[in-house]
Structure formats: C-alpha cells, structure tokens
C-alpha cells in the first residue's frame, strides 16, 4: 500500500537550533518525492522536490531509498520557518499526491 | 497571474443537504485535483481530472460523492446528503500537465465546510 508516515504533529526549536521533520514512505516502486509547507493564513505551496536537488530557503532533503525516508533538514531554523509541513509521494510518472498528516513546526525566538 | 480560486471560502450546512463547492483552476491547467484535508488525518485525494480523460475517482469516499469539470476549466465538487464527518477543508489544485511529468501542483485558499 502506498503510505506517507510522518511520526511527528508537533515540532518545537529554537530560532539558530538544527531542524529535521521526518518522513517515512511506503511504496512498492520508485515514487517521486515532495514536501509542501503551509504557511499561517496561506495556501499550501510546494517547497521541495527530491528530483530537483535544490535547496530551498535553507531547506534540503535527501531521499533515502534503503531506510524509505525523506527526511526534511535545515541546519539554523528561523522564526519564518514556522508553519505545517507536509511530506507526499506521486508514483513515478503517476498523478495523484499522497500526503503525511504533516507536522507543525514551532521556531521560538 | 491568478492563481487557483475555490468558492465560496465557508460553507455552513445542516445535515442531510447538498452542497456544491467550486474550483476556477490557473488558466490552461489541463490537470485539475480535488483533495479533502480533515482534522488530523492529512490531506487526501478525492478525485483527479486531467484534459478530455476519464476521471480518477478512485478517491471518492462514498457515492454522496461526485465532480464534474465543464469544458476543460472550472470545476464543481458535488456532496449530497452531508453528513457531519464530511465536515473538512476542501482543496483544489491544478497543473500545466500530469504530475508525473515534472509539473508543479498549485493548490487553491480551499472551502471549509462545516456540517451541523
């Protein structure tokens, strides 16, 4: 079954700590990686994709085919980094998103 | 340009009604996505639209349950009978192309029902 597990709801740093918001798939082909980011008030906006390699607003995330993760890091958080953050598969050349129940990421000043 | 739109925002409705809620996807998206966001269960998909195909409607979680497209663009997501776990953030997203090809899905502000 396709599956996006991310074991965390609730994620609290401090502004400059390291962060890494978890994301486990389930999948028996090659699917295509996302994270998406919801910002307070906004609609949800793609972040990053694992296809891409980029790096974005800090963020990077590297998918891990043997342990099935696609954890989300960023060395110093920053206060504007506070928001939902959502981790999804597409199967490859598929459509559809499938996403985790997302985690809330706090950054305390 | 304009992104997705969704109407209305808010809905509130008593149990047992119909209602019907609208996505105006970017202009020229062939690719059209309708996904339900509950209280702690994610966001998930409900149903996909991509040029003159066939629907995915493999999500659809109950024959209350339907959505059609009109010539290609706006979109309308149809539940009737409502009942009050279907009580959600309905978004909409739409794409140049499949995902699969490299696009971007862009999602819509949603419409949250609330079924009493």
């Known amino acids: 079954a396709q599956r996006v597990t991310q074991p965390e709801k609730l994620l609290s740093v401090f502004k400059g700590a390291p962060v890494e918001l978890k994301c486990n798939y389930s999948?028996?082909?090659?699917?295509?990686l996302f994270w998406y980011v919801q910002y307070s008030r906004q609609r949800l906006q793609l972040l990053l994709r694992?296809?891409s390699r980029e790096s974005i607003k800090g963020f990077t995330a590297d998918l891990n085919k043997g342990e099935t993760s696609f954890h989300l890091k960023k060395p110093f958080a920053q206060e504007e980094d506070s928001a939902m953050y959502y981790c999804?598969?597409?199967?490859?050349?598929?459509?559809?998103?499938?996403f985790g129940t997302g985690t809330r990421l706090q950054v305390f000043p | 340009g304009a992104g997705v739109s969704q109407s209305p925002s808010n809905k509130v409705t008593e149990k047992g009604k119909d209602v019907e809620l609208r996505c105006d996807p970017i202009?020229?998206?062939?690719?059209l996505y309708w996904y339900r966001q509950s209280l702690g269960q994610g966001l998930e998909f409900l149903i996909y639209?991509?040029?003159?195909?066939?629907?995915?409607k493999s999500g659809l979680p109950s024959d209350r349950f339907s959505a059609e497209r009109t010539g290609g663009s706006v979109s309308t997501l149809t539940i009737q009978r409502t009942q009050q776990e279907d009580s959600a953030v309905y978004l909409c997203?739409?794409?140049?192309?499949?995902?699969?090809?490299?696009?971007?899905?862009?999602f819509g502000p949603g419409t949250r029902l609330l079924v009493l």
């Open positions: 997203a739409s794409s140049s192309s499949p995902l699969g090809s490299g696009e971007t899905q862009y």
């Open positions: 999948y028996s082909g090659s699917p295509e």
């Open positions: 694992h296809i």
């Open positions: 999804a598969l597409s199967p490859w050349g598929g459509d559809k998103l499938i």
């Open positions: 202009s020229g998206h062939t690719a």
């Open positions: 639209f991509q040029g003159n195909s066939a629907p995915d």
